[in-house]
């Protein structure tokens, strides 16, 4: 299923407008959650998933918490909630279950986005919330298993204004517009100038804040391949994948070759 265009200058439509075009070569490879995500696969189930969530009753603006351990979890998460219209709210996967529920309530989320190996802190937390979902990356106790939200009727998504449509909520209550999320991608950008030959490693998780979801934009936007790590790099990561470009602790991008 082809989708179609997203609303110019959302972080949608910047990041995967040519990524059907690009079809099945990879765009993430999730060292930690085991998987490789192709540009064809990614856009179409990020589209078809955001459907199915608006089919559930998500509306625009509502604020969706993604509490997750892994980057293609994050990014499949993010991007969906995106294209919903939603605001992406990433947490730490570290919090416990009040902590996260306070935060939850703080922000309204009724929605939850998590994966398997987290799914009784977030069902807890949803509990304790207004969290009325608890969608999880794979099957989970007192959860929706999100291939569900791909199965159902498509339905339109919504039109978005990417200077006052918020896209995230990071932890210190800061928001973020498309617009905002993009120039962060810019400012990411302006060290390595990324092109589609590149092989970006990166060493840094899923967190509280936006370092990785700016990343993986990034890498996708320009056609490149984004290799997720997780906490440190294996032997030979660097040797197998002709990496080109790395992450730093400080939260830039170097070259490397």
Known sequence: MKPAASTTGTVIHEVFRQAYERGERPALVDLRGGHVYGYRRLVTEVTRAASGLVRRGARRDQVVGVHVSTAGAQTLAVHTVLAAGGVAAPIDPALGAGEMAAWLRECDART????????????????????????????????????????????????????????????????????????RMAELDLPVGLAESDVVLTTWQPDSRCDLVVLVCLGVSKGALVVAAGGGEPPGTSYDFSVTVVTNPDGGLERVR
């Open 112 to 183: 939850l986005i998590t994966t398997p190996d987290l799914a009784e802190t977030a069902v807890r937390a949803a509990d304790e919330s207004r969290v009325r979902q608890v969608v999880s990356l794979g099957t989970a106790l007192d959860t929706i298993d999100f291939r569900c939200l791909l199965t159902l009727e498509p339905t339109p998504l919504p039109a978005l204004d990417a200077k006052r449509q918020d896209a995230l909520l990071t932890a210190d209550g800061r928001r973020m517009s498309h617009a905002d999320l993009l120039s």
